[in-house]
């Protein structure tokens, strides 16, 4: 029995030995020093963009602090073309990337997860060009259930607006639709297929103020007559070309 408790003890010190000689070594010569020393502590591969970083943690953590600003700025400061971009200038403002990068998720998968409200606290603490990225004034009311009070302050523009569907025919303020989890509106409804006032959300193609429109697009339809602010009159509300009396048509 004794034996037994001596052998115990042994082990015990063993393991606590173990534990403490391990971080010790890889905090002093890094974490390839203890061979099979990641494999314990690794959480998943990188994407295929930093693959090649999968045996070098140091490249990207810090010890006891796990991936820190400037292991990231080591690679990523001389990226111009990000920081010259005005959807993604904010950058040079930003001092924790963890809020919006995550690693370890796979190959397939790329290392951002934007996080709106983290943009938002940049921008509203005036951080250089991260406060075009909040609309001026105290914080509106949330327009929906999809949104919060401090998500509306976003400027959702400043960064989607070459996204906007809409032409700028909504205004811009895409917070009293959107969410910024999705750009889908689940409760959306198109108004009915007998509807007349088309241009009050749709705007023509620039070939429909053109010669294009008489010579082509309204012959085919089979409506000489029509006005470009008719859409009703060829375009069925099922998609833009399934036209009235002809089907699929796409000429472009």
């Not at 080591?74 to 403002?93: D, K, V």
């Not at 995550?102 to 290392?111: A, D, F, K, N, Q």
């Not at 895409?174 to 007349?196: D, E, G, K, L, N």
Request: charged share 20%.
């Amino acid at each position: 029995m004794k034996r037994l408790e001596a052998l115990y003890l042994v082990i015990a010190a063993a393991v606590a030995g173990l534990g403490f000689a391990v971080p010790y070594l890889a905090h002093r010569d890094g974490a390839q020093s203890v061979p099979g020393w990641t494999w314990f502590v690794d959480p998943g591969p990188l994407s295929s963009r930093h693959a090649f970083l999968q045996q070098d943690c140091e490249s990207c953590h810090t010890p006891h602090l796990g991936p820190t600003a400037d292991r990231c700025i080591a690679c990523h400061a001389n990226e111009s073309e990000l920081l010259e971009r005005a959807p993604t200038a904010f950058h040079a403002a930003v001092e924790d990337c963890r809020s919006c990068h995550v690693e370890h998720l796979g190959r397939s998968r790329r290392p951002v997860d934007m996080q709106h409200e983290q943009l938002l606290r940049l921008a509203l603490e005036k951080r250089g060009s991260a406060a075009e990225f909040v609309a001026a004034g105290p914080p509106p009311a949330a327009p929906h259930a999809g949104i919060t009070r401090a998500e509306a302050q976003l400027a959702c523009q400043s960064c989607h607006a070459n996204q906007d569907r809409h032409r700028t025919l909504f205004g811009t303020d895409c917070a009293q639709c959107h969410s910024v989890s999705a750009w889908t509106i689940p409760a959306f409804v198109h108004p009915s297929a007998q509807s007349r006032e088309c241009v009050q959300c749709h705007q023509a193609p620039p070939s429909h103020y053109m010669e294009h429109f008489k010579m082509v697009s309204v012959t085919i339809a089979g409506r000489p007559h029509a006005d470009v602010s008719q859409c009703f009159e060829c375009h069925k509300t099922t998609a833009w070309n399934d036209i009235k009396g002809v089907g699929w048509y796409k000429h472009h």
